[in-house]
């Protein structure tokens, strides 16, 4: 790579030069000189000071100027990039490879782009090294197409010529200058790949590991013979687009498995030639054998295949080739299974822990909210292969005492930070149906888990008391991955009451214990369960009286609660006795929670049952005033199960 020391170099060169010139134009009367005789006489002068030791690195085209390099990508005419200079220097380095004998590509002048007269030098060295790169691909004539094969050889050379002295891309057919020793070849063994399922549309998937050992010296591998085959009548060329071999995480060559013309006799083969892969002496190498699948593939084509590497030709360090064959590398074929494309993605509606609790939500009477929060669900693409792209959502919204409509303005869907707001509303009864159109907006990489956040703006509120509650169901996902998807699973969020003024009711604890009583007639087990829950008081105070009732019918009890059964049931053959406590200041016989306040109340309930069993106590509702006087709102206690203790046997 050119640093800033042999740039200067150059420029200094360059200006003794164009100095001579110009001085040459003064001394000696001649007729003008042409661009081309110019450019001659440079070069000339830049071929005389390389011979005299004077010629910076970089511009005299020799490989030791270049190399070591090692080519990483295929390049053809219209490629550019710092590699296609470094490759016309390389090609430069010999007289029979050269790019151009004068102006852009020719020796100090090299371009990073690669046109004719690049394909042309590529097609020379082509032919000069005939035997690695055109034979063993069947052609007889070059293609000026910078490809594995050509790559191969080329980045051989390059390495070769840092170390046996060489100073051109020669003729020589191995690179054993880099080995040491007389390596006889140990043993082989070949893995499946750590995923032995692909899918089709795959590309550079993983399908076998080859690993190779030689002892007594270093060893080059020249050649690789890789079967893939199955027990159906399938064509390879009809499922694979590349087979490829990779060391060390690079791809060292590739092949085009989808020409029938790529493959051996046997129509199940493909051979690798003009490779160089060094193995050391009693070192491990593991070669990665990959392929990128069709896409579309026939279903009666994909299933089961084995991968077999059948043959192998190295050299050692004197240049002494070896071949191996099926019983000599002696390894056991391993299997891959072609799926078909999206087999593994799945798209999960699973509940959030961001769900928002069930809460009393405070909105005006003459006038509209902001958007509030009301549900959240999570979308997991948990074992997916590919990423997931959403089409719709489907949000169901349960309704009480009022319609959706009557309640809702607008209603926006975040999916992992994007808002969606593309929604249309269907309203049968009490249950809206929102369908939300993503269209593609969010996708969600594969094996990932997101928020989905239900946001709606309510209208001024006409009906106090009224509830919501958000859903969603299996199937209400639609997406698309390498094919169609729709989700499974479901979540259900909180209920949630709509109030204008009145209370915030929240659990603080509950508890049930067993207490052992004696009457006139029996001894028996008596049950007392206690609920501590939190109220606040918004846009105007609470009155509240001091007692409690069984049932669900307001009547003048501050509370209102249900002894329920095992399945949670609500019974009551025998009236328990029913305290309410509170640290709320007491006005005119009533608890009062002024607004803006927050009191705490302890409901405990003696529930000595007719009938043995399992029971549990569930605070109902709340029944206030805002002034004093006997309750004449009924607020529900929401969800029911929040405000329920264990059951346990009495």
């Known amino acids: 790579m050119q640093n800033i020391a042999t740039t200067v170099a150059s420029k200094a060169l360059v200006a003794v030069v164009a100095a001579a010139m110009i001085f040459s134009a003064f001394v000696t009367p001649a007729k003008a000189a042409t661009a081309e005789e110019l450019q001659k006489m440079i070069n000339d002068l830049m071929a005389q000071m390389a011979a005299l030791g004077g010629t910076p690195a970089t511009t005299g085209g020799s490989s030791a100027s270049v190399c070591p390099f090692t080519w990483t990508r295929d390049l053809k005419t219209g490629a550019t990039g710092a590699d296609v200079m470094t490759l016309q220097k390389f090609l430069n380095s010999n007289a029979d490879t050269r790019v151009a004998a004068t102006g852009a590509g020719s020796a100090g002048m090299e371009t990073q782009t690669f046109g004719p007269a690049t394909a042309a030098a590529v097609s020379k060295f082509q032919v000069m090294h005939r035997a690695d790169i055109l034979t063993p691909a069947g052609l007889t004539n070059p293609t000026g197409f910078f490809g594995p094969s050509t790559r191969a050889k080329a980045n051989a050379l390059c390495v070769k010529s840092t170390t046996d002295g060489s100073d051109d891309n020669g003729s020589d057919d191995n690179a054993s200058?880099?080995?040491?020793?007389?390596?006889?070849?140990?043993?082989?063994?070949?893995?499946?790949?750590?995923?032995?399922?692909?899918?089709?549309?795959?590309?550079?998937?993983?399908?076998a590991e080859f690993t190779v050992s030689f002892e007594d010296g270093d060893a080059s591998i020249s050649r690789l013979d890789v079967e893939i085959s199955t027990s159906s009548n399938v064509k390879n060329w009809d499922i694979l687009d590349t087979v490829s071999i990779w060391v060390d995480g690079d791809m060292v060559a590739d092949i085009d498995a989808s020409d029938k013309d790529s493959y051996q006799s046997d129509d199940e083969t493909l051979r690798f030639s003009g490779l160089d892969i060094v193995v050391m002496e009693d070192e491990d190498l593991d070669i990665t054998i990959a392929a990128t699948f069709q896409d579309n593939v026939d279903s009666s084509d994909r299933g089961d295949f084995n991968v077999d590497v059948t043959g192998m030709r190295w050299f050692d360090a004197d240049g002494v080739a070896e071949t191996e064959t099926d019983s000599s590398i002696d390894v056991d074929p391993v299997q891959f299974t072609l799926e078909q494309a999206g087999s593994d993605d799945e798209i999960i509606v699973k509940s959030s822990e961001n769900d928002p609790d069930s809460t009393t939500i405070k909105l005006e009477t003459d006038k509209k909210s902001d958007f509030v929060h009301v549900f959240s669900f999570d979308i997991d693409t948990d074992d997916s292969t590919n990423d997931i792209e959403l089409d719709t959502v489907v949000v169901k919204v349960a309704t009480t005492s009022a319609l959706y409509t009557a309640l809702v303005d607008d209603a926006e869907l975040e999916i992992d930070g994007t808002t969606i707001d593309d929604v249309t509303v269907d309203s049968t009864g009490n249950l809206a149906t929102l369908t939300f159109d993503v269209d593609g907006d969010v996708t969600i990489d594969a094996g990932d888990r997101v928020e989905a956040k239900l946001m709606l703006k309510f209208k001024a509120l006409s009906t106090e008391g009224a509830t919501i509650q958000a859903s969603i169901v299996s199937g209400g996902i639609d997406g698309e991955g390498a094919e169609d998807?729709?989700?499974?699973?479901?979540?259900?969020?909180?209920?949630?009451?709509?109030?204008?003024?009145?209370?915030?009711?929240?659990?603080?604890?509950?508890?049930a214990t067993k207490d052992v009583n004696s009457d006139a007639t029996a001894t028996d087990d008596e049950g007392v369960f206690t609920l501590k829950f939190d109220v606040t008081?918004?846009?105007?105070?609470?009155?509240?009286?001091?007692?409690?009732?069984?049932?669900?019918t307001m009547g003048t009890a501050g509370v209102n609660f249900e002894i329920t059964d095992g399945s949670g049931n609500a019974v009551g053959t025998t009236t328990p006795n029913a305290n309410l406590a509170s640290n709320a200041k007491t006005e005119g016989g009533q608890f009062k929670v002024s607004e803006g306040e927050t009191k705490t109340f302890t409901l405990t309930v003696e529930y000595d049952p007719g009938v043995s069993g399992f029971y549990a106590v569930r605070l109902y509702s709340l029944n206030f005033k805002n002034v004093a006087g006997n309750p004449t709102v009924q607020q529900r206690a929401l969800p029911a199960e929040d405000f329920e203790t264990d059951s346990f046997s009495i």
Request: overall charge negative; glycine content about 10%.
């Open 485 to 511: 998807e729709v989700s499974t699973g479901a979540a259900t969020g909180d209920v949630h009451t709509l109030r204008s003024e009145g209370a915030v009711i929240e659990l603080d604890s509950s508890s």
């Open 177 to 207: 200058g880099d080995l040491q020793g007389e390596a006889n070849f140990t043993e082989a063994t070949l893995d499946a790949a750590s995923d032995d399922t692909v899918e089709e549309g795959a590309e550079d998937a993983e399908i």
């Open 537 to 552: 008081a918004f846009e105007s105070d609470l009155f509240i009286n001091k007692t409690a009732a069984s049932g669900t």
